[in-house]
């Protein structure tokens, strides 16, 4: 097995190389596809690394590619099929830190957090809030993978009534062990005082979010999207926030950076983040391990884990 990894680089590749080089030395590291060819049968990558047809022409002998990350919609799908290749993703690292980050986003929303503290700086003492409790509220989870899973753990103390949306329903003896409600797409739209979106961007979920679907929102509901930016339409949750004064919490954008002139970063009640839900220092370290896992079981004839699917 030869290996190259392409990463991006602001990361701290001297101590991602140390720590490889400790359990599988000889793994390549580049940070750019700018090469001709390359002999390597694996390859490594982020969410940050376009690959489709053109970087795997580079790799005539490539047989896996490894996503070092739960998003894999930089890779070009139908050609890594096309070419019989086997991609995996690693789905389970950042679910802790995703799962936090949106009960952070969701307390600082409820509480207002952000507008309290300008006003302070500025040298206001508001004196009446409207602040609203997170115990009662009906939480919506959108995709019922590790991440949703794991957020549904950490809410239950908080004494909310769960309700979801996966297109693969749960087995009824999880729904009941974890005390959830499934319900179909709009239902759940139309009940939830909160919305936590953590579904792939596929054919079938792109721009999933459009008019239609936030006029189904109540009012003064929170919204989150801490998965793909493209599963929204930006007009669209404008207009939500101006019609029905929806709060937004948004950590992802169909480009990014963003273009911060958009009449969205102008707007009250929406607390942004720069794609960095999954990022903490040690879902980081469990992203390296959960690869080098693979790699390893990959080199002995083992099925690596977290195989990806055909999109739905």
Not at 5 to 28: C, E, R, T, Y
Not at 202 to 208: D, E, G, I, S, V
Request: hydrophobic letters at 40%; glycine letters at 6%; charged letters at 25%.
């Amino acid at each position: 097995m030869k290996a190259v990894a392409i990463l991006p680089a602001f990361l701290d590749l001297n101590n991602i190389k140390k720590s490889v080089d400790q359990i599988m030395p000889g793994i390549d590291i580049l940070t750019d596809t700018e090469f001709d060819k390359n002999d390597a049968d694996v390859v490594v990558i982020t969410t940050f690394t376009p690959f489709g047809k053109k970087e795997m022409d580079k790799f005539p002998e490539l047989k896996y590619i490894q996503v070092a990350s739960t998003g894999y919609n930089n890779v070009d799908i139908k050609e890594a099929r096309r070419r019989n290749l086997l991609l995996c993703n690693v789905p389970v690292a950042n679910k802790d830190a995703v799962a936090e980050h949106v009960i952070g986003s969701t307390l600082a929303l409820l509480k207002n957090f952000i507008p309290f503290d300008s006003q302070i700086r500025s040298g206001h003492w508001p004196l009446l809030t409207n602040s609203r409790e997170l115990q009662g509220k009906i939480f919506g989870i959108i995709g019922m993978g590790a991440i949703g899973i794991k957020l549904v753990q950490k809410l239950i103390p908080f004494n909310v009534g769960i309700v979801y949306y996966d297109p693969r329903r749960l087995p009824a003896k999880d729904e009941e062990f974890y005390g959830i409600t499934y319900l179909e797409l709009d239902e759940l739209v139309k009940a939830s005082d909160i919305i936590s979106v953590h579904t792939p961007l596929t054919k079938n979920t792109r721009l999933m979010f459009n008019e239609d679907r936030f006029k189904l929102m109540k009012e003064n509901s929170i919204f989150i999207n801490t998965a793909r930016g493209e599963i929204v339409d930006e007009k669209a949750l404008v207009n939500a926030i101006k019609s029905k004064n929806i709060y937004a919490a948004i950590d992802v954008f169909s480009k990014e950076p963003p273009d911060t002139s958009s009449e969205l970063f102008h707007l009250e009640n929406v607390l942004f983040s720069p794609h960095i839900a999954g990022v903490t220092m040690e879902s980081q370290e469990r992203f390296i391990t959960e690869t080098i896992g693979n790699l390893i079981r990959y080199s002995q004839g083992i099925v690596p884990l977290y195989r990806v699917e055909d999109e739905l």
